[in-house]
């Protein structure tokens, strides 16, 4: 079993609206959590890193929530645009061996 | 762009074949990775190279094969490579290795036939 697990895997949303991706984890000793943003046919971009300490980190339209007594963090794309289709990865790094765990993404498609 | 690049964007080879994919960055980075997404899937990592020495080699198959010649250019070599090879081959670097943030290229999208 993966240990950083992502919901939902595919999510479709009309543009304007607001959605919720959920990533789930159980890497522990807990470093930080990154997510990435990756568009069709191009490698991944970080959007936010929060670590132990931090429980909300916002980059624009996106903001990161980190509840790390439960293990769970939450990306929230507000008012969404179409160029906000792409694959959403979380990313969570263990502190003992700097271990890097992936996600295996949300797809997200913002139609007009 | 993210100042990482990967040459060829797409690749088609035989089982047969042996090629090479190619990362350079520009971003003065001293650590380099590769790896490997699969559909669905969350990223492999295959290889790290920090300061031009293999740092980490995740048990990946001796048909792949890296090279890092100096701190801006790493290679895999691929040879006698099988169809569920097929998948998009990933570059990032980082400032230093650990839990740096990673810079990613465009991929190689290799499909084996």
């Known amino acids: 079993k993966n240990q950083v697990e992502q919901s939902p895997q595919s999510l479709i949303i009309l543009e304007g609206k607001n959605c919720t991706l959920q990533?789930?984890?159980?890497?522990?000793?807990?470093?930080?959590l990154r997510w990435y943003k990756q568009d069709t046919g191009r490698g991944p971009v970080s959007l936010t890193i929060?670590?132990?300490?931090?429980n909300t980190k916002s980059n624009g339209r996106y903001t990161a929530t980190l509840d790390a007594d439960t293990k769970q963090s939450s990306l929230h794309i507000t008012a969404s645009q179409l160029s906000d289709s792409a694959s959403y990865i979380c990313?969570?790094?263990?502190?003992?061996?700097?271990?890097?765990?992936f996600g295996a993404g949300t797809r997200l498609t913002v139609k007009p | 762009e993210t100042g990482v690049t990967q040459t060829p964007r797409h690749l088609v080879m035989g089982m047969t074949n042996k090629k090479s994919l190619k990362c350079e960055q520009h971003l003065g980075h001293n650590a380099m990775y590769w790896y490997k997404q699969s559909a669905k899937k969350p990223l492999e990592l295959m290889f790290v190279y920090n300061f031009k020495e293999q740092t980490e080699n995740n048990s990946v198959p001796s048909r792949f094969s890296p090279e890092c010649p100096n701190s801006s250019h790493l290679f895999l070599h691929l040879h006698t490579l099988q169809p569920e090879d097929s998948a998009l081959y990933l570059c990032?670097?980082?400032?230093?290795?650990?839990?740096?943030?990673?810079?990613f290229g465009p991929g190689t999208r290799l499909t084996v036939t």
């Open positions: 990032a670097s980082s400032q230093e290795g650990g839990q740096a943030k990673q810079y």
């Open positions: 990533c789930n984890y159980t890497v522990s000793p807990f470093s930080n």
């Open positions: 990313v969570v790094s263990e502190s003992l061996n700097n271990d890097m765990r």
């Open positions: 929060m670590t132990f300490s931090e």
